[in-house]
C-alpha cells in the first residue's frame, strides 16, 4: 500500500494518486454539472444538536475546542465535524430557503468526519460527493427515477469495474411489516438492515426476541428479504407472501415505477431488491445501494433516498431525494490495488532544458510561450548534462524535453518515450491530445 | 451582504457566488498545473505537537475529541485543525520524502481553521491556495523569483484588483539588527511586524523598552523600515544607514537577484519593502507579502517566503519557498462588493420544456443528446404553459429554453433574453462558446 497513513483512517495520497483522485472529482463535477446540479460547499462544522439529531451516528462525531476556550472563558463547545453531507445540506436549504430556487438542484463534493473504528474503505476522513434534489412542499416522484441516472452517467464517465444499484421502498417495507402485523414496522426496517452482517438464522431470532415475531411472522419476514429482480416481477413476488396494507400498494407502485424508468433508460443497472433498508430513519420513499463488482466486501459505495421530512420550518417542508457516492470508500481500495491510474505521474508535458545557467532568463520566457498556449511546462532545475536532464523528466513521467540549443542552436523537441526528436517552434508546435494532460486510465490487468 | 453566516466567522456560498468560487479555484489550479505544479491534500487534523511547534497561532488553534472518547476510555486528544497548509505540507514532505522527486513543486487548496475573532477578511474557516517548491539539502534561488511569478500569473488570471508585492529578506533584516548592535535580532523583526499595527511612535518605544535599544538605534529601525523601492536601489538606501554586516550583505545580494529577477518578467509587480517582517518565525531569505488595490485594509491577501529549516529528518533537510494565496480573504470581500460574479446563475445552458407529462422520457432522451455534447442541459420539472417553463428558466438565467413540439411538431430553441428563435436539432445545435458554461466576470462599476 502506497499511501502514506501515519494517522490510523486519515488516508493521504502521494501526487500521482491525488492526480486520479483529482480526475475523479473533476469527472463528477462535469456529470453533475452538465445535468443541470450546482455546487454548493457547507462548513465542515455543524452545531452539536444539528449532528445528534438522529441518534445511530452520534457516538462517531468529532467535537471540537479551542484551546484558548479554556483561558479566556469562553467556550465553542456545541460545535462538532460534519460526519456526512446531508444533514449540513438541509440546514443550508433551511437558512437560504428565501434565495434558492426550487427544486434545487445541487452537487456537494466534500470530507466528512466519523470517529468510527477504521477498516478497508471505512475512514475516518473521507470524501463524499452528493447531488441531491430538493423542492417545495411537494417533490415530483419523477426525480426518483432522474438521480440514479445521472449517478450512473457519473460512474459511467470514470474507469470504474461495473457498478449495480439494488432499490427498495420505505413505503413498501413499513406497509409489508405493519401488513404483516408487527407492533414497531420501523424497529423491523432497521432490524433488517443487519441482515448481511448477522445472517438470516440471528435475524429470525431477533425478530422473534426483539419485535415479538411469531415463527411464521420471521420466515415471511425472511422470504420477502430475499426477493430480489431486475424488473417490475418483484411487486407480484411480494404479493405472492399474502400481505395487504395499503402504504404496501403505494409503495409497490412506486418502486415499480423507478425500476422501470430506470431500466427504460439502463437496462441492467438496477434491480429491486427487498432486503435494502437503509437504517437511517429519515427515508420516506425510495432508498439506493450500489455495489462494486468485485468489490462487494466495501459494502455499499453510493447510497441515498426519498426524504419528506428531513427539513422543515414554520411554512414551507423540502422533501427531497439524493445520493451520496462514497469517493474515498471506491477510490482508496482501487488506488491500492492499482486497478486506476493516472497516464503521467505529474501535470507537466514539457521540459525545457537549460543549456547553461545564463540561459535561465531565455529557457524561462521559452516556457511562458508554451504556458500561454495551454501546454504545462517546466525549466529544469540545473544545466547538468542533457542525459540527467533526461532522466530527471523520465523520473517524473514528462512525456517532452526541449533543447533550446539542438541543431545549430536551433530548438528540437524530444518525445523521451520514443527518443523521436525533431524541430520545435513553441509558437506552433502541439503535442497529441492524449499527451496534453494526464488522463485516467484504468490499469487493471 | 447575500452570504449567509449562522455561525460567525463560517462563511457559507449562495450556489451563484459558490460558481464564482468553483471558477477561481480551477483558474488557479490551472495556472499551477501548467508551471508544472502537483496537487496534494493533506488531512484536515495535525497532532497537537506538530501544531503546536510554532507558538504565535498555537491558542487559535480547534482540538478535536470524540465524542465516544468518554465512553470507550480511549482518546483521540493530540489531535488538531490545522491552521495553515505549511505546517502539514512540511509534514507530509518528511513522511513521503523516499516516494517524492525532489525538487518537489505542489500546490494544495483546502480550507483551514483557526479560533480567532471574526473580522472582515479573517474567518474560522477560511480556504488557501499554497504552491511550493521544496528541495533536499540545497534550493537553488531562483525558485525565490519564480515563485512569485508564477502566483502573479494565476492573479492575472482571474478578474481581480491589481496586485502588488511586497518581499525584503530575512538575512537582511536580521543582518542589519545584528549590524545595529542589537542583541536579539528575531525579536526586533517580530517587533518590526508589528509596525502597521502599533504606527511608528510606539514602535520605537516598543524597541527601546523591550529591546535595549538607544534613540540612534530606535531611529535606524524605523529609517530602515520606510525604505520601499520599485527596483534594487533599496540596497544603496539600506547602506546609507551605515549599518554593516555580513549576513547584510547576503541578504541585500539576495533581495536585489529577486527584485530584478521579477522585475525582468514582470515590471511593477514587486517592491523592496523593508517594512515586512512576517512574524513566522521559520522563514531564512526572502519574504512576501501582497496587497490588493482598494482592499489594503484586509492586510496581506498572498504571503509566504523562502524556508531552510522548517522540515529535516537524520538524514536530510527540505529547504523550500512558498506563497500561500488567501482564498476566501480575497474572494468573500469581493463577492459582497459584487465586484466578481459569474456570467449567470447555474451551469445550465439549455432548459428543455415539457410539452406534457408524457413526454418526459422524450424530453430526457433529447436532454441526454446535449449533454453527450457536453452542453449542460436540464428537463423542465413539470408540463406548465410554456411561459411559465420560460419563467422558470429566466429566475436561474438558463440562458437557452428547447421547445420539442414548437413548428408542425418539429423542435426550436429560443434565446430567451433576446427572444429569438430557430429551428433546433440537438446533433448538431451549438451555443455560443461564452455561454457553454458560466464565466467569470468583473462586474463592478
Redesign the interface.
Known sequence: M?R?S??SG???????Q??V??RFIAALERVF?????????????E?MDQLLRKGET????????????D?DGSS?SG???HFDLTVPFAR?VL??AG???F????YQIQ?C?R?ERPQEGRFR?FWQADIDIV?RDEL?P?YEI?VPLVVA?AFAALPLPPMTMHANNRKLCQGFFKGLGLADPMAAIQLMDKRDKVGPDVLADLLRKELGASEEQARLCLAFAQICTDDSSFAERVRELGVEDPMLDEGLAELTAVIEGVR??EPGLIKADMSIARGLDYYTGTVYETFMSGYERLGSVCSGGRYDELAANNKYRFPGVGMSVGLSRILVPLLDDGVVAASR????CVLVALPDVDS??DC?ALARKL?AR?????VA??AQKYGKQIRFAQ??TIPFVVFPDAEGGEPQVRDIRNGEQVAFDPQTWQPPSEDL?PQLEHSGS
Request: glycine share 4%.
Open positions: 502506497s502514506s501515519s494517522i486519515f488516508p493521504e495520497l502521494l501526487p500521482q491525488r492526480l483522485e483529482q454539472e452538465l445535468n443541470g446540479f450546482s455546487s454548493i460547499n457547507t462548513r465542515a462544522i452545531p452520534s457516538k462517531e462525531v468529532y467535537v471540537l475546542r479551542r484551546l484558548q476556550a483561558a465553542d460545535l462538532g465535524l443550508y437558512e437560504n434565495q434558492l430556487q427544486p434545487f438542484r445541487r470530507p468526519w470517529g476522513e423542492d415530483s419523477h432522474e452517467e427504460a433508460v505521474d505529474v501535470p507537466t535561465r532568463p524561462e504556458r495551454g501546454i504545462a511546462t517546466q532545475p540545473a523520473r517524473r494532460w
